[in-house]
Structure formats: C-alpha cells, structure tokens
C-alpha cells in the first residue's frame, strides 16, 4: 500500500486543519493507522492511531480533546480532524498503516508511511 498525508497549512492558533490520509495499491481497512509527527528539531512523535474498524482509538495527551481520528473505509481515508490548534503543534505531520487487528502507538510498528504534510501554526 501506498500512503499519501495531505491537508497541511498555516493557521493561527486556535485555528482548525483537517488532515486526510488516502491509500492507494490496497483496501485500507485492512490496516491500522497511525499519525505521527515530527516538530524542528525533535523526535517524531505519536499523534493518534484507530483500529481497522475505526471502533478503537488512541491519542497522546498532549492533543486529547482537541483532535479527532477517523476513517472512512468506502473512501480508502483516515482522517485527522484538529482544532484548537497551538504553535506547538508545529511540525510535519505523517500517516503510517500497518496490518493488524489493534492499534499502534509506537512509530516502529508500523510498515508503511506517507510523505508527511507540513502545519504551521503562528501565535
């Protein structure tokens, strides 16, 4: 499968994005999905990740309650909803995919990754 993050931007904070994740090449309701991001000059981090059935979801806590994952299995995309929108949310955003009935917190976990999007968030 092929993995493609789009929806990126520059909002002011508080602002709202909504990042999508389409697969190509596969069905991607055979896979767990996962979003990840990496700000300037840190470690790529875990965002939020929901089951093949999107029945299950997981977020960090840095942005519970504040972003949304979903997915739309007829459309092949999983999307990431976030508002309230802070510069530390600053950083490139990608989606990874990975087979399997669970889902995935840790970033080695997964098998497949999009190019990643860019969200700049200004004070």
């Known amino acids: 499968v092929q993995l493609q993050a789009s929806g990126g931007g520059m909002v002011q904070t508080g602002g709202s994005l909504r990042l999508s994740c389409a697969a190509f090449?596969?069905?991607?309701?055979?896979?767990?999905v996962g979003w990840f991001r990496q700000g300037p000059g840190k470690e790529r981090e875990f965002v939020a990740t929901?089951?093949?059935?999107?029945?299950?979801?997981y977020y960090a806590d840095s942005v519970k309650g504040r972003f949304t994952i979903s997915r739309d299995n007829a459309e092949n995309t999983v999307s990431l909803q976030m508002n309230n929108l802070k510069p530390e949310d600053t950083a490139v955003y990608y989606c990874?995919?990975?087979?399997?009935?669970?889902?995935?917190?840790?970033?080695?976990?997964?098998?497949?990754w999009g190019q990643g999007t860019q969200v700049t968030v200004s004070s």
């Open positions: 090449g596969d069905t991607l309701s055979s896979y767990a």
């Open positions: 990874a995919g990975r087979k399997g009935n669970y889902y995935y917190t840790v970033s080695k976990q997964y098998d497949y």
């Open positions: 929901i089951n093949r059935s999107g029945g299950s979801t």
